[in-house]
Each structure stands twice: as C-alpha cells, then as structure tokens.
C-alpha cells in the first residue's frame, strides 16, 4: 500500500478475506463506484492441498493457513479440549474446509424470521442461495446456473458410499437425490463447492474474477488489531503488517467477515463487547454490549469406524504404494478418483422421534476410517459414518484473553450440555447402528471396531460421545441478529448502538442452521451486498 495519506482511505474496508469476506468484496467493487479495501491475516491461497479436495486432511494441522484454534477443557467431553482448525488465507475456511454444499432446512430460516428477523425467511433467503450458485444440474425453483460458486455431483464412482444409501432405504428412510431441494428429509450424495475436480473456495470463485478492478485492494498478511471509533461511528480499521502499524479509513463502512471466532474478537478488541471483559484487559468502552460473543454454537460430531470385508476403501488404496501412485496419476491427468473425496460422499438426514418436524440428524458417510481427522488412515479397509446432531440447545461463549489481538480467544462451547442433545445422540447412533446392519452393507460391514459391540446401553454409548465426540467445525451465531437486547446486529447486519460497521458472516445467524455453514455463509454475504450497495445510494 502507498504511504501517502489519501491511499489509506476507501469506501469500504472489509476485514476477513473468508467465505463472507470474499463475497462482499466482489459485489461491492463490481459496478466501479466504490473503493474497496480486503484486509485478510493469512497468507494467498497458494499451497497446492487447496485446491484439491481431498487436500482438507493435509490442511487440518497446517499452521501456515490455519489459526489451530483449541476450545478449553468440555466438561460435557469429560474435560477435553476440542481441536478448532479455522482458515488463515485466502478463502478462509472455505479453502480448508471439507467442500459439502448443504443449505439447511427451509424451516431453519422460517425459524429466523419468526424469531423477529424480517427479510430472512427462506422465501427471501433463497433467491440469493440462486445468485451465488453455478449449479452443475442446472437451474430450477431451488437452483441457479451462472452464478460464481461451482456446485457439482461427485465425481468417482464409490460401490460403499451407493451402498449406504441402499441400506439407509432399507430401514425406513428414503432416498433423496437434492439435501438442497423441495425437503433435506431421506438419504443421498452430497453436492460440493467444486468444479472438474478443483476446489471452489470463494477466492477462487469470488475473489479472484475481481482482481483486476483497479477499485479493489486486496492486502495479505494483514491482522487487524482494533477498529478505530470517532465517537460511536467506527472510522477506520487499525492493522498490522510485516512488523508494521498501518491505518485504513473508511469513509461509508466497516464490514466485519473474520468468522464467528474473529469477528467478536475484533469488536471486544476494539471496545465493543461485554463491559466488565473489556475493563478487565483494559480496553476503553465504546459500548457496552453483552451479547457479543455470547450464544456461540457448533455442531458435534461422533464417528462410527466399521472394518470393510473388501479392499474398496481409501485406506487401502493410501496404504498401498502403487494404488496411491495410480490415484494421483488418474487424478492429475482427469481430475477425477479418490483425490475428489469431500468431507462426506453419501449421507441422511433423518429424524430421531416422529414427534419431531422435521430431521434433528446428520450423518456424513467417509470411504476410509481413522483414529482422529487429520491423522494416518487405518492400516486396515475400513470406512467411518458420522452423527451430528443439527439443533443443539447448547450454548457456549467467545472472550478475549488480553489485549494483544494475536492472542488466541478463549472458546468454550459446552457441547451436551442438555438432556436434549444427549438424547440425540444416543438415539441416532441407534439409528445408525441399523442403517449400517441393513442387507445393502452385509457384503462389507464385518464389525464395528469404535465403540465396538460391548457399546450398547444408553449410558456407555453416552460415555463414547463423551469421549470421543468433535466437532464438524461450524461455529456460529457470536455476533447474532435480533431485537432482544443481548442481539449484536440488526436485520441489515449493522451493529446495534454503533454507525458505518456491519458484520456479516456466520456470527450472526440468530440460532444454528441444520445443515454445514459454508453455503449459508456465502448466501448471507450476497443479501448483505445488495443491503449496502441499497445504504450507499
């Protein structure tokens, strides 16, 4: 950035280079009119396990594009911490993430608008799901073709992934060929955020098109320290790079998109958040505002890993040297084989009680199974199904530690910590259990080696979530949109009791979609977009 004085000041600074990051600054800069500055702490998108999409397990543990974040000891996990990776680059966590293209349920967004968020039922929300998407299907009433986001059908043919959704008609639940359609109910493959076998972070689809505007500044490396404040307008942001202090004025707006873990730290950082934290660590009040980051939620995860009676899996193929040359050469001369494997190839939705309206269960089935993501794969065939429960009750918190903005936040998510979530879980590993039993699975499945058959009541089943239970990494709603007083942002993602700054990203979800946030979190960005440009007119 130049040193002279006038280049530090833009229309719009836009902190967090992520999913939502990336979105506002394409649609911001589109039409010329405005300047348009991108801070973003992590390096570009560089590293070649980006862009391939079984790369996401080279990426778990990666520090160069990964904050590694830790939550502090669960006690509902029996006291351990939870591994919290979130994206430090380029794309944010859209370029580490697991790529599965889930929306959520029509009602998770009925329940937002109920909740007094006008402007956020699905009927409002789904045109800007349309906008944002390339559909490989094409378009129809729930899809749109042309948009910048890929999304696209597996490309590999897997006999155990096609199995499991034979099994899951098998025991009751139907098939279900769009999670993204007229219902998420039934069973069926996951679309992901690629194209021809590459990934499709929102740098790449969003970021990059918009790279030669010249009203478009992009800046790497960058962590922003504090938002600067002329009274209650905020006015500039207040960022480090290369060793160096730098400032940029903004002269219509601050837009924070740094995730539901940045974005409270940011704003309790700057004098924005729960006075009695700020006093603590000596940051002079600008608002005294509780609710930022209270409310934090995030689904859990626990994996089931069953021992395969037939060498089909990703474990034999990784642990066998000429199959593992054989998938890289078919992946880099077609892009297609095991290196296109997301986060989950076949899965259901599905409900644990009739008395339910609608599914409360997701399950992401894996063709390989290992001890932790991110570690060796089995040395024997196996293959991993996973239940997350959709709506937990439980609700966590998000606090700075100290005043130094690289030090990291003190995250506590309090997983099962009601007897709803519990149940939950016991009764869809039940339902699980079955699907996995049923005829389709018989010439696979030998036994379930985690928890093993010795796991069968309530309360040893119970205890295994207990112990094994993590996270699917989709935390949310720290900086939540409402009218109650402990909301932080209003219906058009302004923050309550301050002028010119906005957060928009998955911080401010009222409550937690039923679904993965990425393609919530893109669809916030695109309405947020049309919300400013409207401000600016």
């Known amino acids: 950035m130049n040193s002279n004085h006038d280049a530090a000041e833009f229309d719009y600074v836009i902190v967090g280079a992520g999913s939502a990051g ?20 992590g390096p570009k998108d560089s590293n070649i396990w980006i862009h391939i999409p079984l790369g996401y397990g080279k990426l778990f543990k990666e520090k160069s594009v990964n904050w590694m974040y830790q939550t502090e000891p669960e006690p509902g996990l029996n006291g351990r911490q939870v591994f919290q990776p979130r994206g430090k680059v380029l794309g944010g966590s859209s370029s580490i993430n697991g790529l599965l293209y889930v929306r959520g349920q029509h009602e998770d967004y009925d329940r937002w608008r109920q909740r007094g968020n006008a402007g956020w039922g699905y009927d409002d929300v789904l045109p800007y799901f349309r906008k944002a998407e390339d559909q490989q299907r094409g378009s129809d009433k729930y899809h749109g073709a042309g948009g910048p986001l890929p999304v696209s059908d597996w490309r590999h043919h897997d006999p155990l992934s096609e199995a499991f959704v034979h099994a899951a008609a098998e025991v009751g639940i139907p098939t279900n060929p769009d999670f993204n359609g007229a219902t998420q109910e ?6 992901t955020t690629t194209r021809r076998g590459r990934r499709a972070s929102t740098a790449r689809s969003y970021l990059r098109p918009a790279l030669t505007r010249g009203n478009l500044h992009v800046e790497t490396s960058a962590l922003a320290q504090r938002i600067l404040f002329e009274g209650r307008r905020a006015s500039a942001v207040e960022y480090k790079q290369d060793g160096q202090l730098r400032k940029a004025k903004a002269r219509r707006e601050i837009l924070v998109s740094s995730g539901a873990y940045n974005s409270p730290q940011l704003l309790q950082l700057s004098g924005v958040g729960p006075a009695d934290l700020l006093k603590q660590h000596g940051i002079e009040i600008v608002l005294d505002a509780p609710g930022v980051g209270s409310d934090l939620q995030d689904h859990m995860q626990v994996r089931l890993v069953t021992r395969c009676a037939q060498s089909v899996t990703l474990n034999d193929i990784v642990n066998n040297p000429v199959r593992r040359v054989m998938a890289g050469l078919r992946y880099a001369a077609l892009r297609k084989g095991p290196l296109t494997i997301a986060a989950g190839t076949s899965g259901a939705f ?21 001890d932790k993501m991110g570690e060796n794969l089995h040395p024997f065939s196996g293959f991993t199904a996973s239940v997350c429960q959709l709506r937990p009750e439980s609700r966590g918190s998000l606090k700075i530690r100290s005043a130094d903005p690289s030090v990291p936040p003190e995250i506590r998510i309090n997983y099962l910590a009601t007897e709803t ?79 010119a700054l906005r957060v928009v990203d998955a911080s401010i979800m009222p409550d937690l979609m039923s679904g993965n946030t990425n393609a919530p979190t893109i669809m916030i960005a695109e309405k947020a977009s049309d919300m400013i440009l409207e401000d600016a007119r």
């Open 22 to 41: 990336c979105v506002l600054a394409n649609r911001l800069s589109a039409d010329g009119k405005h300047s348009v500055l991108l801070l973003e702490a």
């Open 186 to 191: 039934g069973a069926g493959f996951f679309q």
């Open 350 to 370: 599905f409900k644990t009680s009739p008395r339910l309206a609608s599914p409360d269960i997701q399950i992401h089935f894996l063709p390989f199974s290992t």
């Open 421 to 499: 979530d519990r149940r939950a879980f016991i009764d869809g590993i039940r339902i699980l259990r079955k699907i996995l039993a049923a005829p389709a699975l018989k010439h696979y499945a030998v036994a379930e080696v985690d928890p093993g058959a010795k796991v069968v009541s309530d309360d040893d089943v119970l205890e295994f979530c207990r112990r094994t239970g993590s996270t699917v990494y989709h935390p949310t709603s720290t900086c939540r949109m409402g009218n109650d007083p402990l909301a932080v942002v209003d219906q058009r993602l302004k923050v309550r009791g301050i002028e």
